[in-house]
């Protein structure tokens, strides 16, 4: 069997740090329109690598923080004389995020960045329990994940990682973009996607995201059979049936007994868990759920259940 040829240093850094540079100008102008500092304004950015966004974004705001964890780039960005800009080297699957507001106590900062495939969900998880301290955070990610991120109720792509997000924010799908605009080119498409904060986090409790990852854990599952081994199923589907009366909607009112968790709004997840508590036993973790890394890496039907609508019946 013949042996692909060794990585040369260049190949072996963008494969450790998950970097594909964006190259195609067209594009790296619209991520500046589409975040459209004020002359006053703070971003942060997220691996600003060569620094393609960095440099356009510099003349619109009064200061840029990059954060960028490759001591090459972070050499190569504070070398260059374009205009206010603070480099922080550190891992932003790592990094304090506290720290960082703190350096500018009482501005809302807009942070934005090209997050690397192979580490978008622990940025995520880093970034958004504090975005509501962000003016709004704009993002590109892999274009399922996008969908997935903006993805309603009753849809294949509505699961554990849209109900995380939509309970810190409100998405916005921006842009498809395409493999050419980047180098090296990746083997799929990219997007890019607006994160504005609600006012506050529609819930708090550390155990709802546990619940959350209980409900989607048999996707294809009615979400009664996820959760029977931690409630009672009379409980369950009373609770179910009681989410209807919450709203006007006509499309949230066909959630009952036989729904599955891709069929609850986020306000009906909140709900099902105030009136069924938190799961017996179950431990909040500080370590991002196995499912969210799933709907972060994987294509549209790559970890959905495998078990047939058949099997779902004899249930």
């Not at 100008?25 to 975040?35: F, K, P």
């Not at 009482?106 to 301290?133: D, Q």
């Not at 968790?261 to 909140?270: G, P, R």
């Amino acid at each position: 069997m013949r042996r692909p040829p060794p990585m040369d240093d260049d190949r072996k850094r963008r494969w450790k740090f998950g970097q594909n540079f964006l190259v195609d100008e067209s594009v790296v102008r619209q991520i500046a329109e589409d975040a459209a500092p004020r002359k006053n304004d703070w971003v942060i950015e997220i691996g600003p690598g060569q620094g393609a966004i960095t440099r356009r974004l510099l003349p619109e705001c009064a200061k840029l923080t990059a954060i960028e964890v490759d001591p090459k780039w972070v050499e190569h960005l504070r070398s260059r004389d374009w205009g206010p800009l603070d480099v922080i080297q550190a891992d932003a699957t790592r990094v304090d995020v506290a720290e960082i507001l703190a350096r500018e106590p009482g501005k809302k900062p807009i942070v934005v960045g090209n997050l690397p495939y192979n580490r978008a969900a622990p940025i995520l998880f880093r970034f958004l329990p504090h975005i509501h301290h962000f003016q709004s955070m704009q993002i590109m990610v892999q274009y399922e994940v996008a969908k997935r991120i903006c993805a309603k109720p009753h849809s294949r792509d509505f699961g554990f990682l849209t109900v995380f997000i939509r309970t810190h924010c409100e998405p916005e799908f921006l842009h498809k973009i395409g493999q050419e605009a980047f180098r090296p080119r990746p083997k799929v498409f990219s997007a890019t996607v607006r994160l504005v904060p609600l006012p506050a986090p529609k819930i708090e409790d550390p155990l709802f995201l546990r619940f959350v990852e209980i409900a989607f854990s048999r996707k294809r599952k009615k979400v009664v059979n996820s959760l029977v081994g931690f409630y009672k199923r009379e409980k369950v589907i009373e609770a179910l049936t009681a989410l209807k009366d919450m709203t006007d909607d006509p499309e949230e009112h066909r959630v009952n007994a036989d729904s599955r968790a891709e069929d609850l709004s986020v306000d009906q997840f909140v709900e099902l868990f105030k009136r069924l508590g938190p799961p017996p036993g179950v431990l909040a973790k500080a370590e991002i759920p196995s499912i969210a890394l799933a709907d972060m890496e994987s294509g549209p039907e790559e970890h959905a259940d495998l078990d047939s609508e058949e099997d779902e019946e004899k249930e």
